[in-house]
């Protein structure tokens, strides 16, 4: 919907329903947080180490933030499946 | 004598048996809805022995005489040990169930996952932090 017409071409990322029902828990910083994990994986959503013998990966920043997901067929879409904050 | 009852009576166990062997739990499992185990070694059924398979379960807590070689903790610090590992245990079995899941059932689709920004948003206006769609990046 918004305009990404600055810098190099993002994925969109989305959530599951289980991940989505986990933001629930998280507070303002937390969010914050986890926005920034979700913006580098947008600009590289290789970022991960995938899961062994699977589709998923799993991404962690010094952040205390962890992201297991996987992507779209096309690679256009990061869809994340659990988090941690 | 017991010869001539097996013959009439083993082809109907094996089957009453498979089935109550389906309806059993297996270890680790949740025993929701399923009265029929009073037989089975339900520890959490008995008030002193939950205590008891709990503490064993997470280390004997405030033991007097620690194992040798080791400084002892206090109270509290072995408490705080506990409740981390408490906490860790949820979180790891969280992020497991997640996982079986998707092994047993398979991906989401994309089209049913739902965007972050969206997400996002509605989250801060639930935190009542939103400045309108501000792009915090």
């Given at each position: 919907?918004?305009?990404?017409?600055?810098?190099?071409?993002?994925a969109?990322v989305?959530?599951?329903?289980?991940?989505?029902?986990?933001?629930?828990?998280?507070?303002?910083?937390?969010?914050?947080?986890?926005?920034?994990a979700i913006v580098a994986l947008s600009i590289d959503p290789?970022l991960g180490?995938?899961?062994?013998?699977?589709?998923?990966r799993?991404y962690?920043?010094?952040?205390?933030?962890?992201l297991?997901y996987?992507?779209?067929?096309?690679?256009?879409?990061v869809?994340v499946?659990?988090?941690?904050? | 004598?017991?010869?001539?009852?097996?013959?009439?009576?083993?082809?109907?166990?094996?089957?009453?048996?498979?089935?109550?062997?389906?309806?059993?739990?297996?270890?680790?499992?949740?025993?929701?809805?399923?009265?029929?185990?009073?037989?089975?070694?339900?520890?959490?059924?008995?008030?002193?022995?939950?205590?008891?398979?709990?503490?064993?379960?997470?280390?004997?807590?405030?033991?007097?005489?620690?194992?040798?070689?080791?400084?002892?903790?206090?109270?509290?610090?072995?408490?705080?040990?506990?409740?981390?590992?408490?906490?860790?245990?949820?979180?790891?079995?969280?992020?497991?169930?997640?996982?079986?899941?998707?092994?047993?059932?398979?991906?989401?689709?994309?089209?049913?996952?739902?965007?972050?920004?969206?997400?996002?948003?509605?989250?801060?206006?639930?935190?009542?932090?939103?400045?309108?769609?501000?792009?915090?990046?």
């Amino acid at each position: 919907m918004s305009p990404s017409a600055h810098g190099p071409r993002r994925a969109r990322v989305a959530f599951s329903d289980s991940a989505a029902e986990q933001l629930a828990k998280l507070g303002v910083m937390e969010t914050l947080a986890l926005d920034r994990a979700i913006v580098a994986l947008s600009i590289d959503p290789e970022l991960g180490t995938p899961i062994p013998d699977s589709v998923l990966r799993d991404y962690q920043d010094e952040d205390g933030v962890r992201l297991l997901y996987f992507l779209s067929a096309l690679r256009s879409v990061v869809v994340v499946a659990y988090l941690e904050v | 004598m017991t010869l001539h009852a097996v013959p009439y009576q083993h082809p109907a166990r094996p089957a009453s048996m498979r089935a109550a062997a389906a309806r059993r739990p297996g270890p680790g499992r949740s025993v929701q809805g399923v009265p029929q185990t009073a037989a089975a070694p339900l520890r959490w059924e008995d008030p002193s022995a939950t205590q008891e398979s709990v503490m064993s379960d997470e280390a004997a807590p405030q033991s007097p005489a620690p194992a040798p070689g080791r400084d002892p903790l206090s109270p509290q610090a072995a408490a705080g040990l506990r409740s981390y590992a408490g906490r860790e245990r949820a979180r790891t079995d969280q992020l497991a169930a997640v996982l079986e899941d998707l092994a047993l059932n398979g991906l989401p689709r994309v089209e049913d996952c739902t965007p972050w920004e969206e997400l996002r948003d509605a989250h801060y206006r639930r935190l009542g932090v939103l400045d309108h769609g501000a792009d915090v990046a």
